[in-house]
């Protein structure tokens, strides 16, 4: 079974630093389009951050320049994503989702992506 184990969340004060990771469980996503997204409460889940298998990088406007998406890729192991997020603020509050794609492109649209996590909560305090 396609599994992705997010972890890394917490509470955490306005300015601080979180690093999200995303663990694949086949090596098989070694070649897929990797995501974040979030959902905060009352909103809809809403795009943060990917990285192609070409590991092209694509942010949120929102999060640009604060959040460092990359990939740890080694030849025989599974992926794992990482999202270092960096000046964080009252508004980045909000479940954390790992998401997996096959297809380029469509990089920012949810519906798009077809294996999901559980998500981790990350909450920063003003």
């Known amino acids: 079974q396609v599994r992705l184990v997010e972890s890394g969340g917490g509470l955490v004060q306005a300015g601080g630093s979180l690093r999200l990771s995303c663990a694949a469980s086949e090596r098989t996503f070694n070649s897929y389009t990797m995501g974040w997204f979030r959902q905060a409460p009352g909103k809809e889940r809403e795009f943060v951050a990917a990285?192609?298998?070409?590991?092209?990088?694509?942010?949120?406007d929102s999060v640009r320049g604060r959040f460092t998406i990359s990939r740890d890729n080694a030849k025989d192991t599974k992926t794992t994503v990482y999202l270092q997020m960096n000046s964080l603020k009252s508004e980045d509050t909000a479940v954390y989702y790992c998401a997996a794609k096959y297809y380029d492109g469509s990089y920012f649209s949810r519906t798009a992506y077809a294996y999901w996590g559980q998500g981790t909560q990350v909450t920063v305090s003003s």
């Open positions: 990285i192609s298998r070409y590991d092209d990088t694509y942010y949120a």
